[in-house]
């Protein structure tokens, strides 16, 4: 006798058979034990969840001798013939081979003609959704106005591509994914009535690759049964050429820290062991998501198919959650990739070298990097010049005036927080604290208030203050004033004052005024900026007990950003508006001759 699949010797024969469908089930047999059988149904669901055996069971059970019933007896002449495929009064219709409209056309002239030797003539169409628009509206008409004696019964995996007018003449039913725990279940008890003998880590990795399908997984079985005498979790990686726990455990250790040469050595090998690129970035994705959600929450059961929670608990210190999101993401991107790339491997090394550098445009890839740079900096370890924004560095400034040389800034901070705030990225507050270590901040000396020469420098638009007399080019004096005012708006929680303000370094402070150089100069801009100007000159009057001029410059030639121009006096009014715009552009000033 010729050898029948598993999936086909297993089919369920009566509605208690049905795996993972007790939905469905109960509707039917409620409609068969009252009597309110429709004459047309739409049975809609991924595949191999069992559409195509409810409805054979249905015809069965509307036909049996001792029918209508909800159990169909599997005995009678007209259940034998269903089981059989000899029936002639239950037809199945392939609609991705038989799609046109003749064969529509011919189903409705037959339609009319009463069943041989049951109660229903049943017409079963599998793939309902590729019959063409023509076939659907010859096929309309029939639903419309259907004889008493037939059922349609029409099966689909894409329920949207059929038209609304065919969808409203018929009872849906939805089949869903059948569960793991269903899977194994039924697979074990497939194995054991077939005299195969598995190991149920086996069985859990064949369910798991089924994906929720029954006969998928029924399909595998058998495939595995063949290939050795016990099927172990070794025999079901073998048929389906899976990674595997420890390869993909190393690769995933790699990655987390950040070896690119070990990640691509990995990867190679695995190439050369015969393995599918589309494979292993697939299943590299399973494990992260494991590894994910392990840190959500380590009793969630299906975590462990992947691998022991040894294994995943000593790899979950290695990545962030943000970090582990953003490489989901990654992978994604590299599985679309792969479907239009010539080259697989180039896009599997190219996602490999992201992952391992955090890199990415994404939302969570930027939080990943800012999360490291915290901890970098909690810790005062090193960071990777690559990985953080250049660092503002004090330039040796030449001053004018017959002095000493200014002495050395202090230390800036390490972190350019207006590269953070310009991608919209919230620090906290202990990555803003600059990595020196902090001084006790000085009162101003007295020797800074002795006279300074009576030659003034230039000052921009604005009105006259009282002077502050000072040593001139006295860098360090300056420098510790400055540091002072920082330690002020840091404690009064002014964090986007300071994270501007710290990229500079004071290099001057002459006649009452503060100089200030700033390498960015966005920074130096926005330190001109009438409010933020009038911040600090608040604070420095606090801390000098007089008036204290800021001028923010750069570092580049050290030349003055020219501020907000002044108010045109009451004079000016009366001229034209395109004089006015030029003196704005120019910063000029209107002279009387």
Known sequence: MAYVALYRKWRPQGFDALVGQEAVRTALTNA???????????????????????????????????????NPCNECQNCVRINDGTSMDVFEIDAASNRGIDEIRD??????????????????IDEVHMLTTEAFNALLKTLEEPPPHVIFILATTE??????????????????????????KRLREVADGSGIAADDDALQLIAVQADGGMRDALSL???????????????????????????????VKAIGEGQVPRALELLETLLAGGKDVKQIITELAEYLRAVLLYKASPDYREIYLTDTKE????????????RLMAAEERLHQCTIELRQSVRGRIAAEMCLFDLCRIEGSTLAALTARVQKLEAMLAGQNVIPVQQIAPQVQPMPVQQEAPARQPEAAAPQPKFDYVVAEEHGIQLSAQAEEPVQQKTPPAPVSTSQKAAAPKKEEPVQAEPAIAATPAPQG????????????????????????????????????????????????????????????KAFEAVLLRLARCEVRLNCVEEAGLKPVPAAPAPAPKQEENLEPVVKKAMEAFGGTLQKL
Not at 59 to 67: F, L
Request: proline share 3%.
């Open 221 to 251: 079985l058998d495939q595995c049964g063949v290939m050795a005498e016990r099927v172990t979790a070794e025999t079901v990686r073998s048929v389906l050429g899976i990674v595997g726990r420890e390869a993909l455990r190393e690769l």
């Open 107 to 124: 189903l409705r002239e037959k339609v009319a003609f009463a069943p041989v030797s049951g109660r229903y003539k049943v017409y079963i």
């Open 311 to 322: 294994a995943i608990a000593a790899l979950e210190g290695l990545y962030s959650t943000d």
């Open 474 to 533: 006295d860098a360090a004096a300056a420098e510790e004033m400055w540091q002072q005012v920082l330690e002020i708006l840091k404690s009064e929680k002014k964090r986007s004052m300071v994270a501007c303000a710290a990229g500079g370094h004071a290099i001057d402070y002459v006649n009452g005024i503060l100089t200030v150089a700033f390498k960015n100069k966005f920074n130096c801009k926005r330190m001109n900026d009438a409010d933020y100007k």
């Open 159 to 184: 329920p949207h591509k059929i038209p609304a007018t065919i969808h409203s003449r018929c009872q849906r039913f939805d089949f869903r994914r059948v569960t793991d725990a269903d899977i194994i």
């Open 32 to 70: 068969l034990e009252t009597g309110r059988i429709a004459h047309a149904y739409l049975f809609a669901g991924p595949r191999g969840t069992g559409k195509t055996s409810t409805a054979k069971i249905l015809a069965k059970a509307v036909n049996c001798e001792h029918g209508p019933t909800p």
